[in-house]
């Protein structure tokens, strides 16, 4: 029997996106595997009384496993509900790669998928997003596709090389398509490494790009993926701890208000959040060698993770607050 996601308790992203490009602000994206994760985001988003699109990318999801997840978010939303905060809740799948995955998705309690058929030919990746969507419709599940090419290197995404969004062909493919939303590349990448041989203070994301897409379809929900920001702070700490992640480097807080204030509604975050929990895992460890007890290294590490979701919604999102918004 399929689920479907308001028996969940979940929603979709249309109004939300609607009340973001209004104001200005951005709904945030954080990626999840595991529970100390998604605890992290949920408290975030509850003590900052902001709106979330928890994601799970296919390898998360396979590795968390498609029923524990499904239980895992019951018992997310039952926090959030006791929590007394209103914030709505988007249950996504991030880069789907095949039909196949967003259709199971979509039957497993998913309000939102994304087709990536960015590595296709214009022709298929229209052909692909467009079946998706179409099915995704038939449940009232959303879809965002994906337009040009982020590089990075992650599990399923690989690119070697960045293609920019052509902003004359983003119409014609959200015509064709029926996508809800679209992920755009103007310069950002996924992973620890975004910017190689350049200073944060150097990188420029192609906000010309953006501006004439906007232009053309001001109310359009825009998506910004590889949007972490790489802080200093916990590479220092991993680097320290006896990690090796040297010259990493993100997109800078700056970089990413611009981005909000020329239109973009929703920002993915995932490395960031690996970076939190590992450096604090590792200081944990190094500075307790005795200790064996998973939850005294993941307890700190989801703490800390607590705090950068909250300083992210109200410092860089603008996400804080919903409830009091017009
Ligand atoms: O942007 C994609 C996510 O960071 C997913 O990465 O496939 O390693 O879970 P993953
Ligand atoms: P980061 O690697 O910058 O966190 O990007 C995450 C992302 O885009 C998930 O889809
Ligand atoms: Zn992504």
Redesign the pocket.
């Given at each position: 029997m399929p689920i479907n996601y308001k028996n969940l308790g979940l929603v979709t992203t249309k109004e939300m996106f609607k009340k973001a490009i209004k104001e200005k602000f951005a709904i945030p994206a954080y990626?999840f595997?595991n529970m100390e994760q998604l605890q992290a985001i949920i408290q975030g988003c509850v003590e900052t009384d902001s709106p979330v699109i928890l994601?799970?990318?296919?390898?998360?999801y396979k590795?968390a496993s498609p029923i524990l997840l499904r239980h895992m978010i019951i018992g997310a939303l039952q926090i959030v509900k006791e929590s007394g905060a209103k914030i709505p809740v988007v249950l996504h799948l991030?880069?789907g790669d095949s039909f196949e995955l967003c259709k199971f998705c979509i039957d497993n309690g998913f309000s939102s998928v994304m087709i990536d058929g960015s590595f296709l030919s214009y022709e298929k990746n229209i052909c692909l997003t467009k079946k998706v969507a179409r099915y995704a419709h038939s449940k009232n599940v959303v879809v965002e596709g994906e337009l040009g090419v982020?590089a990075?290197i992650?599990?399923?995404?690989k690119a070697e090389k960045k293609f920019y969004t052509q902003p004359e062909k983003v119409k014609d493919f959200i015509l064709k398509t029926g996508v809800d939303s679209l992920a755009i590349a103007i310069g950002t990448s996924?992973?620890a490494y975004k910017i190689v041989g350049r200073a944060t203070s150097d990188h420029t994301l192609r906000f010309d790009i953006l501006k004439k897409i906007k232009k053309q379809l001001p109310n359009f929900p825009i998506v910004l993926?590889?949007a972490s920001s790489i802080l200093p702070k916990y590479i220092n700490i991993i680097n320290q701890f006896g990690g090796d992640i040297e010259n990493a480097v993100g997109i800078s807080e700056s970089q990413l208000r611009k981005a909000i204030k020329n239109g973009v509604c929703k920002i993915?975050i995932?490395?960031d959040i690996?970076l939190v929990m590992t450096a604090i895992i590792r200081k944990t460890l190094v500075e307790n060698p005795k200790e064996f007890d998973p939850r005294k290294y993941l307890g700190p590490s989801r703490e800390e993770l607590i705090k950068i979701i909250k300083y992210k919604n109200k410092k860089i999102f603008g996400s804080a607050r919903y409830g009091h918004k017009k």
């Open positions: 990626n595997s994601q799970v990318s296919s390898s998360a590795y991030d880069h982020l990075g992650k599990d399923n995404i996924h992973g993926h590889g993915n995932d490395s690996r």
